[in-house]
């Protein structure tokens, strides 16, 4: 079992809780069901304790500039109250961990790395702030953060004394906003990582277990069939944020992969789509007789659009003929398959055109 639990760590086994390593923490993977964890998030609401995940606070003068220096992107630019998606990497440009930097005042900032490399980014912001006018404090020891995720989530947060209520319900996504709930002063933040709308709120750990709680009492009065609300363990934040398309770092972000890499994947199974449509285009024209086609003095789109209505087979070289590809070498093409000599639309030529020699 590891050695680092967090402040809620007693109230999980008191709800029988099992639990897994995740990032060097001890932390509830599920309470009752993986399953009807996560269709509590999508119908209902869920409560994630998330305290393991790590807080670094940035202050001084130079704050901002340091940042810009620091991460990926332009942390600078943004206004007090909102937050940036980010990354920081090495001298290679390799991904060291994706994180959240929000904007507490003007040279205050927060950066929100994950669990297990909240010492990598500490050190690494540590090593960069020299020559800048700031301060690197590694708050993640004192902080617990509890996720309430899910349609229901505003209510559930208003329904447990939420202060003042109306900021926080207009937060935009990625802001955030200082606020009471059950009497204790978080901060109230909208950066979800489930695809529902839904609230984090970082508090200190003594406050931990009574937020904790008074959330817990209002999900039991709250719940219904069809909209549950209860506690949720990691499986089914692993679940949700892969459906919503959301990377987890060691899985779809590390040193040896980065952002660039499926964005490859997906550019290229874009571009044999759209030669599949034109292999389709291009059979369907060939093979249909002259007195079939168009006048040849319609325009170009007529043609298109008319010789991809026919049926033609998807080309075997393509993915959506062969699912199951996954890069360009799986999937070699054969010789027919190369692109035709034939000229661009409305090839009046090729297609028989009166004026053809």
């Given amino acids: 079992m590891s050695e680092k639990k967090t402040a809620l760590y007693a109230t999980h086994e008191e709800l029988g809780a099992r639990f897994t390593d ?11 069901s993986d399953t009807a964890e996560h269709h509590a998030v999508r119908r209902g609401a869920g409560i994630f304790d998330l305290s393991h995940m790590g807080e670094v606070e940035v202050s001084g003068p130079q704050a901002g500039a340091f940042l810009d220096f620091a991460l990926v992107g332009v942390l600078s630019a943004m206004s007090v109250g909102r937050a940036k998606y980010s990354v920081i990497v090495d001298a290679d440009g390799r991904v060291l961990d994706d994180l959240i930097t929000y904007r507490l005042e003007e040279n205050r900032y927060l950066v929100v790395p994950n669990a297990g490399n ?7 912001l540590t090593a960069r702030a020299e020559g800048f006018d700031v301060a690197v404090t590694d708050q993640g020891a004192e902080t617990s953060l509890i996720a309430v995720q899910g349609p229901r989530a505003l209510e559930v947060l208003k329904a447990t004394d939420l202060d003042p209520s109306d900021v926080v319900e207009n937060l935009k996504y990625y802001a955030a906003a ?4 059950a009497g204790v002063e978080v901060l109230a933040a909208r950066t979800g990582y489930t695809g529902e709308d839904g609230f984090e709120l970082y508090c200190s750990n003594q ?3 009574a937020l904790w709680a008074a959330l817990l009492e209002t999900a039991g009065e ?6 549950p609300v209860s506690a949720a363990g990691l499986a089914a934040r692993d679940s949700l944020r892969l459906e919503a398309g959301m990377p987890l770092y060691g899985h779809e972000l590390s040193t ?16 044999c789509a759209r030669r599949a449509k034109r292999e389709r285009t291009r059979w369907a024209a060939r093979r249909s007789p002259p007195w079939s086609r168009p006048n040849p ?5 007529a043609w298109k659009a008319w010789a991809a209505s026919r049926s033609a087979p998807t080309t075997p070289w393509c993915p959506a003929a062969r699912p199951w ?6 999937c070699p093409r054969p010789r027919w398959a190369s692109p035709l000599p034939w000229p661009s639309w409305p090839r009046t030529r090729w297609l028989g055109s009166p004026t053809a020699t």
């Avoid at 003095?297 to 789109?301: D, E, F, G, K, V």
């Fill in 178 to 181: 200082p606020a009471r709930c």
């Fill in 325 to 330: 590809v996954s890069s360009p070498a799986d």
């Fill in 222 to 227: 709250l719940s219904t069939e069809d909209a």
């Fill in 22 to 32: 995740f990032g060097g923490w001890s932390m509830p993977v599920r309470y009752a």
């Fill in 297 to 301: 003095s319609a325009p170009w789109w």
């Fill in 207 to 209: 406050d931990a277990p």
């Fill in 256 to 271: 040896e992969i980065t952002p660039q890499r499926p964005v490859w994947a997906s550019s290229w199974r874009s571009r």
């Fill in 118 to 124: 909240q010492e990598v980014v500490v050190r690494e």
